[in-house]
């Protein structure tokens, strides 16, 4: 099956500064990979998502790339905030079987 | 999110027993999903419902079991839970027009002790 590794498991920076979270998947047959960010006590939420035939994205601070020939992808977050503070999972989805990747904890130091 | 509602909250369950953790949508989306998430592991899903009627196994399977009489329930029952079903819980049904972008209720935080 499916196996997705998240690094680094923490991640501190300074406001202002940029953020980036990289994973992993081993299933080339996996074709959308996306990204939840999760707040203290709340469930995880989509915050962007690529498909497999696409490289790049990007929504206002928030940009993820993906390689497919490395089977790689990566979440950029620029001009980091403290609310971007949180737990952030990347995912590989393939045929109703989406695997997550072990999580982020991003802090972001005012 | 709106939408989604799990039941209940929290709960401490001695072992061996039965419990059935609940979740309704309101959205009349045919797929429902049942995660299990554990620090250092992530989110595992443990079964999923493709539309009433029909179930499938996730990743971690055993020890639970689902049903999907209609559109909006889909409860998720441990038949004696044990001390590593402790975890919190997490349903989900997909975006509407996308099997993919799944949205997640507020979670089941279960101790099994």
């Known amino acids: 099956g499916e196996n997705v590794e998240q690094h680094p498991s923490t991640l501190s920076v300074q406001e202002g500064d940029s953020a980036v979270i990289k994973c992993t998947y081993s299933d080339s047959a996996s074709n959308y990979f996306p990204w939840y960010k999760q707040e203290l006590g709340k469930g995880p939420q989509l915050i962007i998502d690529i498909r497999s035939n696409v490289g790049e994205k990007k929504d206002q601070r928030i940009a993820v790339t993906l390689n497919k020939t490395a089977k790689h992808f990566s979440l950029h977050i620029t001009e980091t905030q403290p609310e971007d503070s949180a737990v952030y999972f990347c995912?590989?989805?393939?045929?109703?079987?989406?695997?997550f990747g072990a999580g982020t904890r991003l802090t972001v130091k005012p | 999110i709106a939408g989604i509602t799990q039941a209940p909250t929290s709960q401490i369950l001695a072992a061996g027993r039965r419990m059935t953790l609940r979740c309704t949508q309101d959205m009349r989306h045919n797929a429902m999903y049942w995660y299990r998430q554990d620090l250092g592991l992530g989110l595992r899903l443990i079964h999923y419902?493709?539309?009433?009627?029909?179930?499938g196994k996730g990743e971690v399977p055993d020890g639970y079991s689902v049903s999907r009489a209609n559109t909006d329930d889909f409860p998720l029952t441990l038949a004696s839970a044990v001390p590593s079903q402790t975890s919190v819980y997490f349903c989900?049904?997909?975006?509407?027009?996308?099997?993919?972008?799944?949205?997640f209720g507020p979670g089941t935080r279960l101790t099994v002790t």
């Open positions: 995912a590989a989805y393939r045929n109703n079987d989406m695997r």
């Open positions: 419902s493709n539309t009433a009627g029909t179930t």
């Open positions: 989900a049904t997909p975006r509407e027009g996308s099997s993919y972008e799944q949205y």
